[in-house]
């Protein structure tokens, strides 16, 4: 490349980039030819078809294409022309109508010569006459300001705050000095039987036993919480619990939705072991690592290790997709998109995929920095293929035991073959052909009868043996892909591509001195290790703001999922800072941190009400009290199961009823999905997208399509009437009455059980009387009946578990 060469390139590059007026584009070595042909060929092109909308008198979306600085300038969706690169220019993009969001003109495309010379023309560096008179420069581009976007709380490196005096946990330490400050008495705390049924439902998702109840109520050693809150974080099914918070963020599902509403039919494997996570403790740094980059980690002969990391990367491909997309490249840069959202919102608390299109209209996050990420995830394979219609990657995952299973049957299968090949040779020698002679095409059917029939019983055995051979498991995962980096999609369109951005990671948090990536990695590993690091200024607070928010129903910052400038921000910003220093102090445990949160007296107190109080912070931001919360969906359903006695406890394991990649329930497809028969907690049943169970839909389930840090709650009649009709409610109040009923004689032991068994106490005088006389009414209603007495159990049962002492934690 000659010195004029790269001098004109250079000089393309930066009026791109918005670093030189327009003028400079087109110097005076611009041929009278290239001119004449703008004169001739485009400007009659852009006075027909474009400038009635796009010219003097009219600039639909700010667009201007009368002059070359309109054009340079852009509107509304940028810059219409890039010169010397029409494969970036709006315009052509526009007028190619390659992209279904941008054809122009909108009644009729251009014909295919005056494409071709508009192509020319930008492909030429858009020679135009003005280029050497007008003085005006181009538009600024918008620009991030990286410095000032550093001095945004959430990207301040944490620190490490000094505890206040007050209170004995550090919790309680800030918290009152934020009280003090408003001239806020926080309540007392509250009665034993509220708060283990609280901690309980908050740790496992199930109701304490009466047996629990009582252990604690008559311990009066100053640690008898604790050891409550010890007891419950060892359980087995804390994991399930905290899993299914994760699972929320994780977006799982165990169909695709979306067109083709396909069975993820190993995704149970990923759900799994995030139970097992969390009920091992795995550090919270250690388990982000594994899901991002699990299959790139070193796990040397462990074949259990390396099958669970694989598992891991489930993470990745979970989200709902467009399989039968016929363009390939968008359906690739769509997932792509919803990988950075989804790691965006749920590991760092921004909205990454706002960057897309654009920069980021409100964080300090460049269009470029969006696609230093995406080349990272690109460049890692997610899809087997993009083919209509297109499957996810899925990983081998086989245990030693499956290897040597499948070494065997490999053994049997060499072993049959082998004495097929020595009878054909046996039999065929026999033949001897005349000197001279070959031996036919179908020798096999000179073969004596009895070697033909011998043979035909082998073949049919090979054929058996092979159909039978064990099938090796899968998991839903990634691994890496073809590795490159990704140009700038403008308008975040894969049609109309800007410039090459070296894979990295956002610059705002990184800094412009970053380390490469090598040329023959994805990136993962690097982007995982940078974000579990313990100096990161987001992964740990994000991670405690989540965790008090399980807790307390609202977070310390209160959009668990938007840490950015549109975020609400912290209510206690040095508390959570100092939660998150202990988090990574402590190995990113996450059960030390619900130890930490639930040993307060902020977690402890009562949720009554004071009216100086409330008027002072309406909003209990500063938790002088206890906020009430209704139960999740999922663990209303399993206290219904526990409290009836017929909760299955078993851990794990697959309950979809279709083949991995079968198809779910659509607009066409029958429906396969079953519910109220299980009688598993509600972790284990599978998550149809497009068809959730009702009881979930009603019950303000996750969407499952996209994350969510924070379910909202509503009170709306439809669960009122689900609790009244429902099937599996009458099925589960049936049994709750017959074993009433068996294990008790008298009325008065029944009631208080089932008082104790739903609200965790026991009915006062006046509750006994009310329900002896609601029995006994009931009863009279239905004299004709011969089993009145279970009918009516039933009915009170049902109307216990339907109230608002079930259903609210308090």
Partial sequence: ??????????????????????????????????????????????????????????????????????????????????????????????????????????????????????????????????????????????????????????????????????????????????????????????????????????????????????????????????????????????????GRHWLDIARYADSNGLDENVAHGNAWRYRDYVVESFNQDKPYNEFLREQLAGDLLESG???????????????????????????????????????????????????????????????????????????????????????????????????????????????????????????????????????????????????????????????????????????????????????????????????????????????????????????????????????????????ARVMVNRIWNWHFGTGLVPTVDNFGLQGTPPTHPELLDWLANRFVEEGWSVKAMHRQIMLSDAYQRSSGFDSQNAETDPGNLTYWKFNIRRLKAESLRDAMLAVSGTLDPELGGNLLEVKNRDYLFNQTSQDKSTYNDIRRRSLYLPVIRNHLYDLFQLFDYTDASVLNGKRETSTIAPQALLLMNSELITDLTISMAQDLLSQHTSNEDRIEELYLRSYGRAPDEQEVERVVQFLSQFEKLTATNDEAEAHAWQALCQSIVSSSEFLYIR
């Fill in 1 to 242: 490349m000659n010195t004029t060469c790269l001098f004109h390139y250079a000089i393309i590059i930066a009026i791109i980039l918005g670093h030189v007026p327009t003028q400079v584009m087109s110097d005076d070595k611009t041929s009278d030819q290239e001119i004449q042909f703008f004169e001739t060929s485009i400007r009659p092109l852009l006075l027909k078809h474009c400038t009635d909308c796009h010219g003097a008198d009219s600039q639909e979306s700010d667009l201007r294409l009368d002059s070359l600085s309109g054009m340079l300038n852009g509107g509304k969706a940028g810059p219409a022309l890039l010169p010397g690169k029409p494969e970036g220019s709006l315009i052509v993009t526009a007028v190619s109508y390659r992209d279904n969001d941008l054809k122009m003109p909108p009644d009729e495309k251009l014909s295919k010569q005056e494409i071709a010379d508009l192509t020319r023309w930008v492909q030429m560096g858009a020679p135009h006459p003005d280029a050497g008179l007008e003085m005006s420069s181009r538009r600024p581009t918008q620009h991030i300001d990286i410095v000032e976007g550093r001095k945004h709380w959430a990207f301040r490196p944490v620190k490490k705050p000094e505890v206040p005096s007050q209170g004995n946990n550090p919790v309680d330490a800030f918290i009152s000095r934020s009280q003090q400050l408003q001239g806020i008495l926080p309540l007392g705390p509250a009665d034993k039987r509220t708060l283990i049924r609280r901690a309980t439902f908050d740790l496992i998702g199930l109701p304490p036993t009466i047996e629990e109840i009582e252990n604690f109520v008559n311990d009066n050693s100053a640690d008898a919480f604790e050891k409550v809150v010890d007891r419950l974080l060892d359980s087995p099914h804390y994991g399930e619990r905290q």
């Fill in 301 to 539: 002969d462990d074949y259990e290790l390396r099958n669970e990391r694989l598992i891991a990367t489930g993470y990745l491909v979970l989200g709902p997709k467009v399989l039968a997309e016929v363009d390939g490249n968008k359906m690739e840069m769509d997932i792509v998109d919803e990988q950075l959202d989804t790691i965006g919102r749920g590991l760092m608390g921004l909205t990454l995929g706002c960057a897309r299109c654009h920069d980021h209209k409100f964080d300090p996050i460049g269009n470029d920095d969006y696609y230093g990420l995406a080349g990272i995830f690109k460049s890692t394979r997610a899809m087997e293929t993009f083919e209509k219609v297109a499957r996810w990657n899925e990983n081998p995952i086989p245990t030693t035991a499956d290897i040597a299973q499948k070494e065997q049957h490999t053994a049997k299968v060499s072993t049959k073959q082998e004495e097929i090949s020595t009878l054909i040779a046996s039999a065929t020698n026999d033949l001897k052909p005349p000197t001279g002679e070959t031996l036919p095409a179908d020798v096999e059917k000179r073969f004596p009868e009895e070697t033909q029939t011998q043979l035909k019983l082998l073949r049919e055995e090979l054929k058996t043996l092979e159909s039978n051979a064990p099938v090796m498991p899968t998991a839903m995962g990634v691994k890496e892909g073809t590795i490159a980096d990704t140009a700038i999609h403008l308008r975040g369109s894969h049609l109309t591509l800007g410039n090459v951005v070296p894979r990295r990671f956002p610059r705002v948090l990184a800094g412009d001195q970053q380390p490469e990536i090598s040329d023959n990695r994805s990136g993962r590993l690097e982007f995982a290790n940078w974000l579990t690091d313990g100096d990161h200024p987001l992964t």
